[in-house]
T-cell receptor, first 116, second 110 residues
Framework: EAGVTQFPSHSVIEKGQTVTLRCDPI?????LYWYRRVMGKEIKFLLH????????ESGMPNNRFLAERTGGTYSTLKVQPAELEDSGVYFCASSLGTGQGFYEQYFGPGTRLTVT | GDSVTQMEGPVTLSEEAFLTINCTYTATGYPSLFWYVQYPGEGLQLLLKATKADDKGSNKGFEATYRKETTSFHLEKGSVQVSDSAVYFCALIVGQNFVFGPGTRLSVLP
């Protein structure tokens, strides 16, 4: 079974440009999460989808970030316009369920974003 | 708010050495605790977890015990291998969303 995949693996853009990151969760996983690790610091939660709905977007840093999950399958995270401080590694994760008990989140390899 | 603190890295050890990576946390609720590992070029993988006080998580020779009295979840391994070289993240979850530590890079030399 394929794991969580992310594209691209690395993106280098100039300040002010737009970048779109894509995440394909494990098939059948309704829950999809975005995290990012900036400047080698801790990995921080950005948002959580349940199917196509945003369950929690409390971690989104500002309105330059837009996440979508049309159809409840893959998700995109768009940064527009990108700033220098957006550089980091963006991780996507998916899980089968939520609620009672622990549903393991399976992480993708991450997209390294460099804004110059 | 909730937070996780890990020892500063990088940590460099010789093969078969004993490993300890310290982790402490602050949480408003009663968290579950985790160690994740990221091998070069790969995503984060769950290494072990503990859901209540005094639980011991273990996997691949690694162990960590949930210590509520000291709010700690230190990772240990008795004899590291070169293949253990990776970045290790301590994390907690209260509700559905993870709070991660900054990560500790481990390099094991042959």
């Amino acid at each position: 079974e394929a794991g969580v995949t992310q594209f691209p693996s690395h993106s280098v853009i100039e300040k002010g440009q737009t970048v779109t990151l894509r995440c394909d969760p494990i098939s059948g996983h309704d829950n999809l999460y975005w995290y990012r690790r900036v400047m080698g610091k801790e990995i921080k939660f950005l948002l959580h989808f349940v199917k196509e709905s945003k369950q929690d977007e409390s971690g989104m840093p500002n309105n330059r970030f837009l996440a979508e999950r049309t159809g409840g399958t893959y998700s995109t995270l768009k940064v527009q316009p990108a700033e220098l401080e957006d550089s980091g590694v963006y991780f996507c994760a998916s899980s089968l369920g939520t609620g009672q008990g622990f549903y393991e989140q399976y992480f993708g390899p991450g997209t390294r974003l460099t804004v110059t | 708010g909730d937070s996780v603190t890990q020892m500063e890295g990088p940590v460099t050890l010789s093969e078969e050495a004993f490993l300890t990576i310290n982790c402490t946390y602050t949480a408003t609720g009663y968290p579950s605790l985790f160690w994740y590992v990221q091998y070069p070029g790969e995503g984060l993988q769950l290494l072990l977890k503990a859901t209540k006080a005094d639980d011991k998580g273990s996997n691949k020779g690694f162990e960590a015990t949930y210590r509520k009295e000291t709010t700690s979840f230190h990772l240990e391994k008795g004899s590291v291998q070169v293949s253990d070289s990776a970045v290790y993240f301590c994390a907690l979850i209260v509700g559905q969303n993870f709070v991660f530590g900054p990560g500790t890079r481990l390099s094991v030399l042959p």
